[in-house]
């Protein structure tokens, strides 16, 4: 059973940072596309970045500048780093993974809240 679990989230002041990290089991994140998005109360579901090992990650413009994605093959984990956070950061993040060939994602983690107070 192929499962991700997306953690890292809490509560964080504006102009902080947070790491949240994506862990896979019954997949091999290196084989995936690894995607990070967010969603706030009362709004759409939106894109922060894909990254596919071997490639330079894409960064939607919510996310660059700021968030920033790396891995560990060996902990099968795929991270996002967010710095200079504000409260517009707000929502619950979550991460998926598609084969690279791929533009649908096939798994979806369960998410992890991220609150920024200001």
């Known amino acids: 059973e192929v499962q991700l679990q997306a953690s890292g989230g809490g509560l964080v002041q504006a102009g902080g940072s947070l790491r949240l990290s994506c862990t896979a089991s019954?997949?091999?994140?290196?084989?995936?596309?690894v995607g990070w998005f967010r969603q706030a109360p009362g709004k759409e579901r939106e894109g922060l970045s894909c990254?596919?090992?071997?490639?330079?990650?894409d960064y939607t413009d919510s996310a660059k500048g700021r968030f920033t994605t790396s891995s560990d093959s060996a902990k099968n984990t795929v991270y996002l780093q967010m710095n200079s956070l504000v409260p517009e950061d707000t929502a619950v993040y979550y991460c998926?993974?598609?084969?690279?060939?791929?533009?649908?994602?096939?798994?979806w983690g369960q998410g992890t809240q991220v609150t920024v107070s200001s």
């Open positions: 990254s596919t090992r071997g490639y330079t990650p």
């Open positions: 998926a993974a598609r084969r690279r060939w791929k533009s649908e994602y096939d798994y």
């Open positions: 019954g997949l091999i994140l290196d084989d995936y596309g």
